[in-house]
T-cell receptor
Framework: DAGVIQSPRHEVTEMGQEVTLRCKPISGHNSLFWYRQTMMRGLELLIYFNNNVPIDDSGMPEDRFSAKMPNASFSTLKIQPSEPRDSAVYFC????????????FGEGSWLTVV | SQKIEQNSEALNIQEGKTATLTCNYTNYSPAYLQWYRQDPGRGPVFLLLIRENEKEKRKERLKVTFDTTLKQSLFHITASQPADSATYLCALNPNAGNMLTFGGGTRLMVKP
């Protein structure tokens, strides 16, 4: 299995630009998570999908952030407009729904907003 | 407020010794707790899961304990090796389901 695939791996963009991060979960997994990691705040859950439906988006910091999952094999996290404080590593992860199931992380998208 | 606390200071130990990392939580009643390993520039990787009705879980050189009265989990690596150097994260589910909340992680450095 290829694991969770994220793109781009690295992105440097100017403040105000739109950023789109992409994720392909592990085939057969029905839960998908977007996390953000920074030195100050650690690993924070932004949004969680189950069967392509957003279940909990309470971690999305503000309206500039949006996430979609149009089908079981693809999700996007969009930031528009981006700000320097959005600079972080964004991880996508997937799992099989069920209590205690392991979450599998991608390698992350390293975002720098200048 | 709900908190998951791990020692933010790095733990430095000598090769061959046992490393013990601590995860404390408040205002949660998790059904299970997980430990992950994260190497620099990589995503976290699952290591072990322990359920609320389990006191201890082992996997090779790893051992996890879970004390729901103390609200604490301990993560042990016996016969530590330099290759064990990484950041270790604990995670628990704040409510029913498989949504995980992570602690800040503890960096372990094993010196040869």
């Amino acid at each position: 299995d290829a694991g969770v695939i994220q793109s781009p791996r690295h992105e440097v963009t100017e403040m105000g630009q739109e950023v789109t991060l992409r994720c392909k979960p592990i085939s057969g997994h029905n839960s998908l998570f977007w996390y953000r990691q920074t030195m100050m705040r650690g690993l924070e859950l932004l949004i969680y999908f189950n069967n392509n439906v957003p279940i909990d988006d309470s971690g999305m910091p503000e309206d500039r952030f949006s996430a979609k999952m149009p089908n079981a094999s693809f999700s996007t996290l969009k930031i528009q407009p981006s700000e320097p404080r959005d600079s972080a590593v964004y991880f996508c992860a997937s799992s099989l729904r069920g209590t205690g199931n392991t979450i599998y992380f991608g390698e992350g998208s390293w975002l720098t907003v200048v | 407020s709900q908190k998951i606390e791990q020692n933010s200071e790095a733990l430095n130990i000598q090769e061959g010794k046992t490393a013990t990392l601590t995860c404390n939580y408040t205002n949660y009643s998790p059904a299970y707790l997980q430990w992950y390993r994260q190497d620099p520039g990589r995503g976290p990787v699952f290591l072990l899961l322990i359920r609320e009705n389990e006191k201890e879980k082992r996997k090779e050189r790893l051992k996890v304990t879970f004390d729901t009265t103390l609200k604490q989990s301990l993560f042990h690596i016996t016969a530590s090796q330099p290759a064990d150097s990484a950041t270790y994260l604990c995670a628990l589910n704040p409510n029913a389901g498989n949504m995980l909340t992570f602690g800040g992680g503890t960096r372990l450095m094993v010196k040869p």
